[in-house]
Structures are given as C-alpha cells and as structure tokens.
C-alpha cells in the first residue's frame, strides 16, 4: 500500500503538553505540506518543505514545529506555546513533475 | 499574498442538476490549479489538476476551467447524485517569488444533493 500515511488518526493532550505527528509516504515526493483545519474553515498552512533538510514557514507557524531529515518523513510538533491547538492536521506531498498535491487521512487532535 | 475566494459557501439542489462551482484567485502566477473533494472527517481526494498551460480538464461527469487572465476557475459537475454530496475546494500553487511552491486554499463550498 502507497500513499501519505498520517498518524496517530486522533490524539488527545493534556494541556502544557508537546504532541507530534508522524507523516510518511512512499511516493518519492520532494515537497511536503502541513495544513491546519478548523470546523466550517478552509486548510491553512503550517510548514512547507520543497526538500530535504529545509523548509519555510506558512501561514500559521507560530506554536508549531518541523524537521525533514529523510525525504519520506516530514513530523509536525504541535508545542505548549499554541494556544488553541484543537484542531484537524492534514499532510500532503506534491508530485514533483505534475505538482499534484496528495493528501494523508489526517490526524484529530484534542487538549483536555 | 495569495487570496483564494470560492463561491457558494453552500449549494443544496436535487439530484439530476448540472451545477458550476466558482473559485476566484488574486494572483495570476500561478503554476497549476487543482480541486479537491473532501467528506466529513477525512482528508482531501484529488479531482482534477489544471496546469497554468491549459484551459480544462475532465474526469468522467467533471469539467474543470481554468482563466488565468481573469483569475478564475470552475468546476463543472454534470448530472449531480447523492453521492456527490461533500466539500469541495480548489487551490492554487504558487508559480514564482518567495511564495514558490506554496499552495493557497479557497474556504470550500459544501454541497448537498437530495434525492
């Protein structure tokens, strides 16, 4: 099975907590996205990373965190410093020849 | 700054109905525009992708048009089923400039179809 593999699919935090989420895939892409989902709103953009051992800072980046030291794992931290982390993550990787973006299943993620 | 704006918010229309769904875009240079599908609690399923060269692309009861000039592009569902019902959203990936490779969304219209 191929793909973009996001886990754990839901997760729950105590407040004051660090959490991280896993995203894999197999597709050979460069490009690597996270994206944040709010209930009744559009995706907004955390991190980007076109390659390795890079990336830039989207849209919403404060309280977040990334690394990208193997092409096919780009893991988004979710720090104590957001404040209302509640929320849908989506990962995505872009083909690199078409620029098709392919989303993962995404991971809920609640604070208590 | 990329501003991605999609009109309706909301379509609810019996099955049967040819529909257009609308995503405007405030900066021409894009690299490609695509459509997404997204059902409640899941994560996005690619519909169409429109390069910046072309004009349409079609998959099965779905066109999708893309003008550059006017910034604008549409999706076309023909012959809507209850199946069809989701959210749909449109992004535009970002050709040049120190935004290079950055993907921009549209707020979704969320679509309804009654038997």
């Known amino acids: 099975d191929g793909g973009i593999t996001q886990s754990p699919k839901y997760l729950f935090r105590k407040e004051g907590q660090n959490v991280t989420l896993s995203c894999e895939q197999n597709l050979n892409h460069d490009a690597m996205y996270w994206y944040r989902q709010d209930p009744g709103q559009g995706l907004r953009l955390i991190y980007y990373s076109q390659i390795v051992n890079d990336f830039q800072k989207g849209d919403i980046a404060e309280g977040y965190s990334v690394s990208r030291e193997k092409k096919e794992s780009f893991p988004l931290t979710v720090t104590s410093a957001q404040k209302n982390p509640t929320a849908f993550y989506l990962c995505a990787g872009r083909q690199r020849n078409t620029g098709e973006l392919f989303f993962g299943e995404g991971s809920r993620l609640t604070v208590l | 700054k990329q501003e991605v704006t999609q009109i309706p918010a909301a379509l609810s229309v019996p099955e049967g109905e040819n529909l257009v769904l609308n995503c405007s875009f405030t900066d021409s240079a894009i690299y490609n525009l695509q459509w997404f599908r997204q059902d409640p609690g899941k994560g996005l399923t690619s519909l169409l992708l429109?390069?910046?060269?072309?004009r349409e692309q079609t998959s099965g009861r779905l066109n999708a048009s893309l003008d550059k000039s006017s910034g604008r592009s549409t999706l076309y569902i023909a012959a809507s089923q209850p199946g069809d019902s989701a959210t749909y959203l449109c992004a535009g990936l970002n050709a040049g400039g120190t935004s290079y490779g950055k993907l921009t969304f549209g707020q979704g219209t969320i679509l309804t179809v009654h038997p």
């Open positions: 429109i390069q910046s060269s072309q």
